[in-house]
């Protein structure tokens, strides 16, 4: 029983690392047909659809008198803010750059999760959470060129406490709702908010709805927003919150060795360098030391 579950749990972590790596070169190229906040909301908007078709038959699950909020604060620090302040954020500073300082996420969360959930903090850990976050930036320095700002900086630090405390707020209250009606309802809620925004900024004639455009969007709809948001949120019930988020690591190596397959982009030192800094994180993070396993947690907690 045991090893079916770790299987599982790896079958689980290498859909979403796949899922979500291919979705950054998949919505840049569907970008080239449609203005970007519109985007953002129509997909997460259909993905959300999706996922409230299948959560229908347990329905008597919801209770959502008694737990409105918890759906309206994940909503909002999940999905509204963390696109959102991604979506304006790019506007201000090179998407590497950017990326590289979203991603102290897996960082963030290796803290949060030692102080307000009780997980264990050592020295390998905290070294592999570093290493994981200079992966990243190696992989981004090609996008650190360019003009950049302050609120650019502000923007992408905000994205990424938001998906930090989102998570942390999710696996706080994983007890209290219905994994796939809290993925569903926070993902058509966010959707609607950005496609009223994008409706008010931005016009659905420059929308190119050709089959590209559909198919592209459709995919990163289900695999992306809705299957991808609902195993993340599986994986944060079952294993620790900082491993999960250490494996996370690998989504912008994914996506960069996507864009080298399809978007003809070049295989770089930088590339290489973060292949072998995010598979330490993720070794070191993932190792636990012989004392901790005796003890039951010597490390330090809150």
Known sequence: MYQQSRIKTALYLAFLVLM?????????????????????????????????????????????????????ISSVLNIILYYGFQTIGLQYMPAGLFSAVVFLQPVLLGIFSWLWLGESMYGLKILGLLLGFFGVASLSTDGFTGNMSAWGII???????????????????????????ITAIQITFGGIVMLGSGSAVESWSDIAWNTSFIVVTLFISIFVIAL????????????????V???????????????????????????????????????????????????????IHR
């Open 245 to 299: 988020g250490a494996f996370t690591f690998l989504i912008p190596l994914i996506s960069v060795i996507f864009s080298v397959l399809f978007l003809n982009e070049k295989v770089t030192i930088n590339l290489i360098a973060g292949l072998v800094l995010i598979t330490g994180s993720i070794i070191l993070v993932n190792f636990k030391p012989k004392r901790l396993n005796k003890t039951s947690n010597i490390a």
């Open 20 to 72: 979500w790596g291919v979705n950054w070169p998949l919505s840049k190229y569907a970008l080239t047909y449609t203005p970007p906040l519109l985007f953002a909301g129509l997909r997460t908007f259909i993905g959300g659809l999706i996922l409230i078709s299948f959560a229908v038959v347990k329905r008597k699950q919801l209770h959502l008198k008694g737990t409105w909020h918890i759906y309206l």
């Open 228 to 243: 991808g948001w609902l195993v993340y949120f599986k994986l944060l019930a079952t294993i620790e919150t900082s491993k």
């Open 155 to 181: 923007l992408a630090i905000a994205s990424s406490f938001s998906w930090a405390f989102g998570t942390i707020y999710m696996k706080k209250t994983a007890t209290q709702v219905d994994s796939v009606w």
